[in-house]
Structures are given as structure tokens and as C-alpha cells.
């Protein structure tokens, strides 16, 4: 676990491009059920969606995260 933290660490950029990648091509293969029917620009545009959303879960995630850290690394000195 810790190998996964400094590699996300030394590489948020790619990180964050990574799991924005994956969640659509996630959700194009969910909406590409044969149920749907929905044309294909569409489920491109809400995989995009899903994709945007998670990314804003997860960078409010890190930036919690970072002001917790950084609170309590100034309580510690």
C-alpha cells in the first residue's frame, strides 16, 4: 500500500488521467448493454459525465486529505 501511495504521489497527473480513462471506458461499456438505447454520442456523453463527477470525488478526496495532513504535520512540530 504504501508503493501505491508514493507512486499516486509522485504521479498525480497520470493518476488522475488514468482514472478518468477508465471510468469511461467503464461506463461506455455499461451503457453499450443491448438494452440500451441510446445512440452512440450520447453514452460518450454521459460516460464523460460519470468520468467529470468521479474526478471531482476523488480531487476534493486529495485536497481533504492534503489539508489534513498538513494540519496535523504543523501540530506535531
Do not use: C, F
Amino acid at each position: 500500500m504504501d508503493a501505491l501511495q508514493s507512486w499516486v504521489s509522485k504521479n498525480k497527473l497520470t493518476s488522475i488521467g488514468a482514472l478518468w480513462a477508465t471510468t469511461v471506458g467503464a461506463s461506455v461499456a455499461y451503457n453499450s448493454g443491448p438494452k440500451s438505447a441510446l445512440k452512440p454520442s450520447l453514452r460518450l456523453i454521459h460516460a464523460r459525465m460519470h468520468a467529470q463527477a468521479l474526478t471531482l470525488v476523488v480531487l476534493s478526496g486529495a485536497a481533504a486529505y492534503h489539508y489534513y495532513e498538513k494540519k496535523t504535520d504543523k501540530h506535531s512540530n
